[in-house]
Structure formats: structure tokens, C-alpha cells
């Protein structure tokens, strides 16, 4: 086995290479060669492009070479896309030109049948006693946003920020990013990693963990190929950084034949569950989860059990605490010194709920949700709070939103998940909040899942 | 795939400190019924092959046994039903009270062992109450394997039911855990169930997968 230590560090030149080079460049319309060679010269200010093709001198005017090994200068990355047969032989050329690192895009290997698994293995041996790093085959590539490297296929390029997202499907990459486009968060890096035939998902992770872009690890999987060892490097690297995963396939067929009771109700899905458990990664369902989820957790920090809610509608208010129940949500009781707090303040009159949700009635205006929000954020058991509007006649979102991202500051191990329920009456404060990394779901049972996933149990 | 036989069954729980409750396996009758009047009526007798994997489908189990007239008969029965059935002996047991648990194992290709803790009887069969953890893992990730299940509270002195040593077993779960990451020739173990009172905690029934 290689030195996974020197394996990890050449990862630089697959996210911050100097020089690229794509294999299978091509002016083709709607074909791979030209998404990548397109998404290549985006960011051509920041590094220089090599072309191979031996069957074009020239592609979008721009210079070609027949082989890998007739560029001159060193090549940092390669990019193979060229059809799967092909692809060894490039690969050979490859090592003996001593690129820095290689994503093989193409499909049809180990995913097709055992022809492509023969060929999967034979880029493994050729590989074995180098220390270049592969990511592939059958990926879209890797993204890194803020050096606008996009060594990929992607639509788009996304807006920088500090979520690494690793996923196995490239569609799954595709529809986050462009759902992200509008929203007040951003990527470190994207590595769509297909089949791993070398770098596998907790090499990965080992790399994001010292990765000083990369604040919170997403990821996407339908099964792990190296069961112990992606334990051990998610248990570690969780403590650090917040990994999400969303788990494909639940299906449990086969389980059936079970000679045990064990055995017949351990389903795959049951066990990854309890790895998810064991190793402090954060389990969601769905693309919506994912994004509540990063969002919540890119903009506030985590925090330990108990929760303050504090609403202008009962209703909202009751809603939120069943869901806090369900979610396994603490939430404290207001203890004497706050109640006397909220008693002293002119704002309130008194007209208050006593306890937890603190409903500040439906006549609420910017000065109670003030009052309200410092005494109960002022609480120690209370770690962080869920701060619930109803759009009244007289309700001020803009203020309220203001009043919250002032508060918060003298906050800032507590987090703030917000619910402005509504739509269009609530969008202005809604961008104002999330511009200020507030984040706010519209919805109770979204912000209080969200909040859950910021609850840091293991801690 | 075949249940172990019960002498090396014996041997791993004792060497991991799973207890069990008083067993012994025999062929002679007259041996038996001398270990029963040993052991104290009510006894159990199970018939233990490494093929019968589901005993009672059999005829191969026989509880609440009183006394030796009983014993006899039992025991002629037992042999009749299984004359055809390639037995290594019948277990004769001594009857323990207490609430049924179930703790098991089963070596996924992916992640190794996986333990299962639930509850006994319908808790497990009929509402699938039980909780997992990838092995190995220490005493905290047990307890909170044991608090994990709906039923815990059944655990906890419910509405008069028993308190169960969470601790003790908790320590048991872990043990089953050392053993699976060291025996690797075991493929899945069944200890259902397990019985569980104030004083003590005891693997009933057993079944190691080869």
C-alpha cells in the first residue's frame, strides 16, 4: 500500500494545480471534452491549459498536442476523457511524464461489467508504485471555488464559501449546485469521486480535515468500500469538522434468508445508521435536509442540548415544540432570574407566555422580540435559540431582523436559527437575515430540524 | 453454516465472561436426569444439533420440567421426535426468571461485526424495537445502545417490572463485541434470550454461527 501521507499532500495539484491538462479535449457540441474544456478556460488567468488530441492541431484556436508526454513544462493535473479503452495507455503516458495528479472522467469500468473492472485494475497496478493520486473513474471531476478551478463537467461554478461536498454521483453534485446558486453559501471543494478506484471517501476526508478552506464536509454515498476504514477517519474528523451524509439505497433484500434474528433485521440501511451514530456524522434524507443543514451549520456555530423559542404566535410557537420533541430537542424551562428579567422589561407590559416557547403575543413589535431574545439568550442553560414571526398587521420584520443579528452578537457560541413564516411580506428580512448568516427556514418543522442538526450530542 | 457445538460454545462465553445460566449437554439419560436433580426443578431440555437452527420448530425444546417423573418423559419424547435428526446431545438448563432481552451479532461483508440489542419476544419480532452499533465499541456506546431502543424504560423498574444492572450489561454487550472482533470464525450469534433480573443477568438460549 502507498504512503496515504504523501498521497494526501499531492492532492494540491488536483485542487490547486498550476498546470492542467485535459486528454480528450474536444470543440464538439454538448460533448464532455468541450463542458471540460470550457469549464477549464474559465479560469484560465489563474493557471495554464494544455489540449491533448491527436487528431486536431487546433481546438477553439487554441493550440493542441498529440500526446501528454509532448508538453514540456510539468503538468500538474490530468484530465482524461477519452473513451475507456483508451484510457490506459494515456495512463501509462502519464506516469512516465510525472504529472502531479489524474481524474479519469470516463465511464464504462468497474460500474459496466467485468471488461471495465480489467481495465480498472490495470490503472491500479500501473499506478501502485507511483504516488500520483487518481480520483475516478465514472465522476464528474473536482471543483475548487475559490480558486475558480472547475476540472469537471458541472454546469456551473459555485459561489466560494467553506462546505467541501464529496459525493459518488455526479448528478447529485449538479443539482446541489445549481439549487446553492442563489443562496448565501458556498463551496470549498467539490469532488465527485465515482468509483474510487484509488482515492477512496475517507482518504478524502483525511484531506479536508487540515483543509483551511473547507468548515463543513457534505456528503453523498450509496456504499463505502473500506467499511473500518472510513470509520476511523470519520470518527476522528467529525470532532474537527461536521460531516452530513446523505445514504442512498435502503432497501434490504437479502436479509430475508437470515438464519438469526440479527441477521434478518440487520438491514444495510439499520447498520449504516448505527456507523453514522457511532462516528458523529450528521444523517439527512433528502436534498432539502442537506441544505438547511449546511446552511445552518456554515453560518452558526453548534452547540450543546437546549433550546429557548420565542415567538409572536402561539401556534407557530407549539408546532416548533412538538417537533423539538420529536427531534430530541431540549428545551429548558425559563429559570426565576429570567422570568424576573422579562418582568422588569417596559416592552413586554407583562403580556407574555411565562415559560418555554416565550410567546411575546401576536401584537408584538421589534422593542418585545428585543427584550425577549436578550433575556432568554441570557440564560446558561439555554444554548441556542429559535426566534418564530407570524406576519400581523403591525409586525416588523425588517426591525425584528435587525434586532436579531444586533443581539446575536453578543452571542456568538449561541446559535440563531430564524422562522419568518411567510412569503413575500417576509422576503426582505429574509435576505437581510441570511446576508448576516442568520439563516431562516420559512417552515417550523425545516428550522427545527436544522436547529437539531446544529445540536452537537456527541459533546 | 452450522451452529457450533456446544462444548466451544461454552468455552467462548466463559472465556469472554457472557454468563449463561447452568447448562450441560448430554446423551446418557441417567447422566441427565443426575445434573437436573443438581441443577433444581423446573429444568429445561433443548435438543442442541449444528443443523436445527429453529428448535421449537422441531420439537426441540421442553421448559417448566418439575420433577424426575417428568424429566423421563420429557426426555423419551425429545428423543423420539429428533430420532431422525443428527444430534450432538440435549442441553439440559435451569429454569431463570426475569425480562427477556435479546444481544446479537452479525459480521457484515462491509463493516465487520454488527451487535443488535432489543428486547425479548414481540419487543423484537413484531415491532423490530432494537439498536446497533459497528464493533468495536467501549461500555458508554453500549449504555447508550441499551437507551436507544423505545422499550428502555421496561428496563428501569416500569410500573413494577424489574431493574436490570444497565451497567452489567452494558459490560455484556461489550464483551459479545471483543469476542466477535476475535473470533473471527463466527458468523452470527443469537443470544435470545437473554434473562435479565435484579440479581443477575443470563444468556438462556445460545446459537454461534460457523
Known sequence: MRNLNSKIKKMKYIFNPRTVAIIGATEREKSVGLGIVNNLLAGKEQRKIFFVNPFKEEILGIKTYPKITMIKERVDLVIIAIPASGV?????????????????????????????????????????????????????????????LSASFAPIMPKKGDIAFLSQSGAMVDALLDRCAEENFGFSKIVSYGNELDMEIDELLEYLKTDKETKIIATYFEAIKDGPGFIESAKKISKYKPIIAIKAGKGDAGQKAALTHTGALSSDYEIYKAVFKQTGIIQVDSLDELMDTIKALSFQPRCKNGIGIITNGGGLGVLAADFCEEFKIELPQLSEKTLRQLNQEDALKGCYSKRNPLDLLGDALAERYEAG????????????????????????????????????????????????????????????????????????????????????LGK | MEILNFEETKNLLLKYKIPFCKTEIFNSKAKASEFAKKIGFPVVIKVHAPNIFHKSEVGGVKVGIKNLEEFYVAWDEMKKRTRLEKIEGILVQETVFGSELTIGMKRDSQFGPVLMFGLGGIFIEVLKDVAFRVAPFDKKQALEMILEIKGHKLLQGYRGREIVNLNKLAEIIVNLSKLSMAEKKIMSIDLNPVMANKKSILVADFRLIV
Open chain 1, 373 to 456: 431574545l436578550e433575556s432568554v439568550l441570557s440564560q446558561p442553560d439555554i444554548k441556542g435559540v429559535l426566534v418564530m414571526q407570524g406576519m400581523q398587521i403591525m409586525t416588523e420584520p425588517m426591525e425584528n431582523a435587525k434586532i436579531i443579528l444586533r443581539i446575536s452578537r453578543h452571542f456568538p457560541n449561541k446559535p440563531i436559527v430564524c422562522c419568518f413564516a411567510g412569503g413575500r411580506l417576509v422576503s426582505g428580512a429574509v435576505n437581510y437575515l441570511e446576508k448576516n448568516k442568520i439563516p431562516n427556514y420559512s417552515d417550523p418543522k425545516r428550522a427545527v430540524k436544522a436547529l437539531s442538526n446544529l445540536i452537537n
Open chain 1, 88 to 148: 490506459l495507455e494515456v495512463v501509462h503516458e502519464c506516469i512516465y511524464k510525472k504529472v502531479g495528479g489524474i481524474i479519469i472522467i470516463t465511464g464504462n469500468f468497474g460500474e459496466a461489467g467485468e471488461q471495465g473492472k480489467t481495465i480498472e485494475k490495470q490503472i491500479k497496478d500501473a499506478l501502485k508504485n507511483t504516488d500520483i493520486p487518481l480520483i475516478g473513474p465514472n465522476c464528474l471531476g473536482v471543483i475548487n471555488a475559490n480558486n475558480n
